[in-house]
């Protein structure tokens, strides 16, 4: 069963440059490019990060995503306390034909 | 203005059935993939089902292979999910979403609000 994996929760101050990463297999983001998405509480996930790499219009540029191998990671600098939320990584996996979201991860702003 | 609008969800006994309905707007419909997307309460997001522009591919998750059923009208501009032999499992907001056109299977660049379902006795 292939599996994309986050850290449950993360943590920073405002200001300060925090990154999340996610972990996959050969079959996912090995093979296929990463998205990013953020879930506001009590809101509709919304696209961050898409091709790795890629703000959609309107994200500001402290979001940044990468990706190497079979992991990608979203880095968030200068961070603010409207950053709380939980964020996603998401790929299409070869071997499941299906979409794998992580786990996400609950980031928190001291 | 992009808008997808989900509607549909209520309180279900275990074994029963609901359809869910999400109407869009504000883009050339037949021109994208659709899917739906679920998650549980408290829990992360979990991809269902896609279907292609036109209605011709279908692709769903394990869980509910068998059981649910992703269809659209481009003629009305909207897309369904007809949810059968429900599990307490299923319990979950339903999102609507838009696959970005040309993009890669896991780039959903418009969300609904999202619909709840609700399986319980």
């Known amino acids: 069963q292939s599996v994309v994996t986050q850290p449950p929760s993360a943590s920073g101050t405002p200001g300060q440059r925090v990154t999340i990463s996610c972990s996959g297999s050969s079959s996912n983001i090995g093979s296929n490019t990463v998205n990013w998405y953020q879930q506001l509480p009590g809101t509709a996930p919304k696209l961050l990060i898409y091709t790795n790499n890629q703000r959609p219009s309107g994200v500001p540029d402290r979001f940044s995503g990468s990706k190497s191998g079979t992991s990608a990671s979203l880095a968030i600098s200068g961070l603010q306390s409207e950053d709380e939320a939980d964020y996603y990584c998401?790929?299409?996996?070869?071997?499941?034909?299906?979409?794998?979201f992580g786990g996400g991860t609950k980031l928190t702003v001291l | 203005e992009v808008q997808l609008v989900e509607s549909g969800g209520g309180l279900v006994q275990p074994g029963g059935s609901l359809r869910l309905s999400c109407a869009a707007s504000g883009f050339t419909f037949s021109s994208n993939w659709m899917s739906w997307v679920r998650q549980a309460p408290g829990k992360g997001l979990e991809w269902v089902a896609n279907i292609k522009e036109d209605g011709s591919t279908r692709n769903y998750v394990e869980s509910v292979k068998g059981r649910f059923t992703i269809s659209r009208d481009n003629a009305k501009n909207s897309l369904y999910l007809q949810m059968n032999s429900l599990r307490v499992e299923d319990t979950a907001v339903y999102y609507c979403?838009?696959?970005?056109?040309?993009?890669?299977?896991?780039?959903?660049?418009?969300w609904g609000q999202g619909t709840l379902v609700t399986v319980s006795s």
């Open positions: 998401a790929a299409w996996d070869d071997s499941l034909n299906d979409v794998l």
């Open positions: 979403a838009r696959r970005a056109h040309g993009s890669s299977w896991s780039n959903f660049d418009y």
